[in-house]
């Protein structure tokens, strides 16, 4: 089993619709992340989380909403779907006492129609 | 704030070159500096790490980077690419303070056989 598992893995969804991207990971690590992936834009920041009551915006979290539900498991909310949400989407994780690179999901590809 | 700069969109090296992957950065302070791969359809791989000591690290897969503090630059290289190197590289940085990481916009590397 993958270390850092998200779910779904595809999804196609209408503009306003509610979705909800899953990530759990067996690591053990305490701090979780959400990215985005556009093309020619790299990796940017929506919401991290350092411990289950410690939540944080990163640089674009307008338009979406996180829940650290356990230590292991952290979800990702589109209240209201728009199709410039479009895009792949990773959740990953660390641990707060190693400087070690993170360990991602294999990502949701995420289309709003 | 941090940031990370890939100049380059794409880089192109016949297999059995030497290949590099440039990456500057600026960050406030000493910076912990990261390479990451990305395969089609799959998440990021960690390759390598810069946190003090020696100027040229060296990680997984045969790649190895240099870090160069007077040119706040950390190259990615391997003395003779493969083609199964092709993929997606991104640079990222971290503050001391570990509070989240950068990542720049990627540089699509084609080795060609």
């Known amino acids: 089993d993958a270390d850092v598992t998200q779910t779904p893995r595809n999804r196609i969804t209408k503009t306003g619709k509610r979705i909800m991207l899953e990530c759990s990971q067996t690591k053990g690590h305490d701090r979780m992340y959400w990215y985005r992936q556009d093309p020619g834009l790299g990796l940017r920041l929506i919401y991290y989380?350092?411990?289950?009551?410690?939540?944080n915006k990163g640089e674009i979290s307008d338009g979406y909403s996180v829940s650290r539900q356990a230590q292991a498991k952290f979800s990702l909310s589109l209240e209201s779907a728009i199709p410039n949400q479009t895009a792949l989407y990773f959740c990953a994780t660390s641990d707060s006492d190693r400087v070690d690179g993170y360990t991602f999901g294999s990502g949701t590809r995420l289309t709003v129609v | 704030a941090q940031s990370v700069a890939q100049p380059e969109d794409q880089v192109n090296v016949a297999e059995g070159n030497p290949l590099t992957v440039k990456c500057t950065y600026s960050?406030?302070?000493?910076?912990?500096l990261f390479w990451y791969v990305q395969y089609p359809n799959r998440g990021l791989q960690f390759l390598l790490k810069?946190?003090?000591?020696?100027?040229l690290v060296k990680g997984s897969y045969g790649f190895e980077a240099e870090f160069n503090k007077s040119q706040t630059s950390f190259h990615l290289k391997k003395p003779s690419a493969l083609v199964s190197d092709s993929a997606l590289y991104f640079c990222a940085v971290r503050d001391i303070a570990g509070f989240k990481t950068i990542f720049g916009a990627g540089t699509r590397l084609f080795v060609k056989a």
């Open positions: 989380s350092f411990d289950v009551k410690d939540i």
């Open positions: 810069y946190i003090t000591g020696d100027n």
């Open positions: 960050v406030s302070g000493n910076p912990y």
